[in-house]
């Protein structure tokens, strides 16, 4: 997977990066050697939005939100690098990693049942709307809203 996305971009690129090395100092050229090595990994970060990330999509609630799928993500991905290394320093940068993560789920789940709870408030005065967001809460089919991929 690494390979078919990562290097297209980075032969590309390096390329363009060989054609204007100069042979008088490679030291110079390290850096820019570097930037030319990011910019081909920028490709390979995560995007939740990519065509081939649309293969399973499951449904989430309804506060779930972006910022979640993120920490989500790099959640699990400092849990792998963890896992790999068994470093102390790695154990703690996921520990920090979960309770982020979890801390934002609880502000957004909050956040959704606090406007939930506004708007059943400001509809008391009318039914017809009052059961219609009664109705909407406790549907079950999934919505483009909460649709993750």
Known sequence: ???????PNFYC????????LVDDDV???VPAFIEVYKTAADNMLFNP????SKKYVRTQPQWWNIECTRAKHTKFQLLRQFRVSNDMADLQLY????????SLCRKCKSSYERTNRNNLVNARKSPKEFWKLIKKSNSKSPTDENQVT
């Open 95 to 102: 520990k920090n990693s979960r309770n982020i993560f979890k």
């Open 13 to 20: 690129i390096c390329i363009c990066f060989t054609d204007t």
């Open 27 to 29: 030291t110079d050229s």
């Open 1 to 7: 997977m690494v390979k078919i996305h990562f290097l």
């Open 49 to 52: 939005n990519a065509s081939n």
